[in-house]
C-alpha cells in the first residue's frame, strides 16, 4: 500500500512539475529563447523519478543535499544535455524546482502510511495546480501589456509577437511611453480625477453605510427583516438596465460630465453591499458594551464614534477598499456620462484613447498599467483587512 501511494504521488507530483516548467518555457520562448521541442516525455518521467527517489532515499540523505543533487541533474539534463539553453533560464528552472522541493518536504514516509494519504494528495495538487493555472492565465496579460509598454513603435511593427523586453537601451527610451502619456494625453489629470471620484465614494458610502448598518442590526424598526434580506436586490438588474433612464435624468439635472453626478451613482451602486457586509460584522459585536455605554449615558452617536468604529476598523477597511476598487475600475457609467475629455476618469481616457487610430499602441498599454497598478499595490497591502473583514462576523460571539 506504502509503494502504491508513493507511485501515485510521484506521477501527480511530476505532473505539477511538467506544468511548471512547461509555463517558464513558453515565458523563455517570449524573452528569445529558441526552443526545438518542450520534450513533455522527457520531463514527466524526469520529474516522476527525481520525486519518486526523492520519497525512498528521504532519511539517508539531508534535504538540502537532495536538493541540489535532483536540481543538478534536472537542470543538466533539461537544460543542457537535451538544448544548450542560456544561464537565466537554467537559474529559472533551479528556483522553481527548489519550491517545488519545498512543497514536497511534508509528505515523508510516515505521511504514506495513512490510509487516506492518496486522496489527501490528489485534493491538494489539484489545488496547486489549479492556482498555477489561472495565475498563470491572470498574469499573463498582464505580463504583455507591461511588455507592450516599453516596446517603441518600430519594435511593434518589425515583430508584434516579440514580447521582449531591452533593457540595454536607456532609461527614458525604455519608460518613454509614460512620458509621454503624461505629457501630451494629460495622464496625471485623469489620475487626479479617478482619484477624487474614487476616494469620496468611499468616504460618502461608509458616512451612509456606517449607522444604517448599526440600525439594521441593532435597532427595531418596521420593514427591518425585509431591509436586511432584500437589500442587494438592486444587483439583481444589470448596470446596462440602469443606464438608460439614469441617463435621461442626469441629462435634464445638468448632472453629466460632472465628478458630482458620477458620485451619486457609484454610491448607489456600492452602498447596498456596504450595509450589507457590514451589519453582519455589527451583530458580531457584544451588545454588553452598547449597554454599559447607554448606562454611562451615552447617545447612539457617541455609542457609533467611541465603540463600534474602533472595534469595527477590519470590516470597515475591507468596504473601503472593496468600493474603492469598484469605483477605480467602473467604465460603464464613466463612458454613458462623460463626454468632454476635461472630466474624463482613467478607465474613460483609455477607451478613449483606444477609439483613435493614431494613437500608437504602446501609449495604450503604459495607461493600462498605470490603471492597474495603484489597485494591485492597495489590494496587496490591505489584503489583510479585506480577508479579515469579509470573513468577521460569520460567527456570533
Not at 137 to 144: E, G, K, T
Not at 214 to 223: P, Q, V
Not at 382 to 388: G, I
Request: charged fraction near 10%; aromatic fraction near 18%; hydrophobic fraction near 55%.
Amino acid at each position: 500500500m506504502k509503494i502504491k501511494n508513493i507511485i501515485i504521488f510521484s506521477i501527480i507530483s511530476s505532473l505539477l512539475l511538467l506544468s511548471l516548467i512547461s509555463i517558464w518555457k513558453i515565458l523563455s520562448t517570449l524573452q528569445g529563447v529558441k526552443l526545438d521541442n518542450l520534450n513533455f516525455q522527457i520531463l514527466f518521467i524526469l520529474g516522476f523519478l527525481v520525486t519518486f527517489l526523492n520519497v525512498i532515499i528521504e532519511k539517508k540523505i539531508n534535504f538540502l543535499i537532495r536538493l541540489f543533487i535532483f536540481s543538478f541533474i534536472f537542470i543538466f539534463i533539461d537544460g543542457y544535455l537535451i538544448q544548450n539553453l542560456p544561464f537565466w533560464y537554467n537559474f529559472g528552472s533551479f528556483l522553481i524546482i527548489c519550491l517545488f522541493f519545498n512543497k514536497l518536504k511534508k509528505y515523508n514516509n510516515d505521511f504514506f502510511i495513512n490510509e487516506h494519504s492518496t486522496q489527501t494528495i490528489i485534493f491538494d495538487f489539484l489545488t496547486l495546480f489549479g492556482i498555477v493555472l489561472f495565475s498563470f492565465v491572470i498574469l499573463f496579460p498582464f505580463y504583455m501589456m507591461l511588455v507592450t509598454s516599453f516596446k517603441t513603435q518600430i519594435a511593434l511593427l518589425v515583430n508584434p509577437l516579440d514580447f521582449s523586453i531591452n533593457f540595454n537601451q536607456d532609461i527614458k527610451e525604455l519608460f518613454k511611453s509614460y512620458f509621454v502619456i503624461f505629457k501630451s494625453y494629460k495622464f496625471g489629470k485623469y489620475i487626479l480625477t479617478s482619484t477624487i471620484v474614487s476616494l469620496g465614494t468611499v468616504l460618502i458610502t461608509l458616512l451612509f453605510a456606517i449607522p444604517a448598518a448599526y440600525a439594521i442590526a441593532r435597532l427595531n424598526f418596521f420593514g427591518k427583516s425585509f431591509m436586511s434580506t432584500s437589500i442587494l436586490i438592486i444587483y439583481m438588474f444589470p448596470a446596462i438596465v440602469l443606464v438608460i433612464p439614469l441617463y435621461t435624468v442626469f441629462s435634464q439635472l445638468g448632472l453629466r460630465n460632472s465628478i458630482f453626478g458620477l458620485l451619486i451613482v457609484y454610491t448607489a451602486t456600492t452602498l447596498p453591499v456596504a450595509i450589507y457586509m457590514l451589519q453582519g460584522y455589527f451583530k458580531s459585536i457584544p451588545k454588553e458594551l452598547e449597554e454599559a455605554a447607554i448606562l454611562d449615558k451615552l447617545s447612539w452617536f457617541g455609542i457609533i464614534i467611541k465603540i463600534i468604529l474602533p472595534l469595527s476598523i477590519p470590516a470597515i477597511s475591507s468596504v473601503a477598499l472593496y468600493v474603492f476598487m469598484i469605483a477605480w475600475n467602473e467604465f460603464l457609467f464613466s463612458l454613458m456620462f462623460l463626454d468632454n475629455p476635461n472630466s474624463f476618469t482613467l478607465s474613460r481616457a483609455i477607451q478613449y484613447l483606444s477609439g483613435d487610430a493614431e494613437t500608437p499602441r504602446q501609449y495604450l498599454m503604459a495607461g493600462s498599467v498605470i490603471v492597474t497598478l495603484p489597485v494591485l499595490f492597495i489590494f496587496v497591502y490591505f489584503e489583510k483587512y479585506l480577508v479579515s473583514g469579509l470573513t468577521a462576523g460569520s460567527v456570533k460571539g
